[in-house]
Nanobody, 114 residues
Framework: QVQLVESGGGLVQPGGSLRLSCAASGDIFTIYTMGWYRQAAGKQRELVAITTSGGSTNYADSVKGRFTISRDNAKKTVYLQMNSLKPEDTAVYYC????????WGKGTLVTVSS
């Protein structure tokens, strides 16, 4: 059974940084896409950043230039470096992995507040 475990969330002041990690475990033979999504209170889940097996990346316009996604295929782990955080970045951040199936983590809360 495949599991995704996110870590690294927490409370940070505006302008601060956090690094999220998502480690996958279980029988995963091919990883096509790994990425991060977020859902703020009262809003729909939205794409933050994704990275494909070919190395391409895609970011939401709202985080371009501030967030960086990276992955370690050997560790089956994806990271999200978040800099210059804003209060509007406050949300639950979810990891997603697409292989033969579509897998989601349980989420980690990021709160940006002074």
């Amino acid at each position: 059974q495949v599991q995704l475990v996110e870590s690294g969330g927490g409370l940070v002041q505006p302008g601060g940084s956090l690094r999220l990690s998502c480690a996958a475990s279980g029988d995963i033979f091919t990883i096509y896409t790994m990425g991060w999504y977020r859902q703020a209170a009262g809003k729909q889940r939205e794409l933050v950043a994704i990275t494909t097996s070919g190395g391409s990346t895609n970011y939401a316009d709202s985080v371009k230039g501030r967030f960086t996604i990276s992955r370690d295929n050997a560790k089956k782990t994806v990271y999200l470096q978040m800099n210059s955080l804003k209060p509007e970045d406050t949300a639950v951040y979810y990891c997603r992995l697409i292989s033969d199936r579509d897998y989601w983590g349980k989420g980690t809360l990021v709160t940006v507040s002074s």
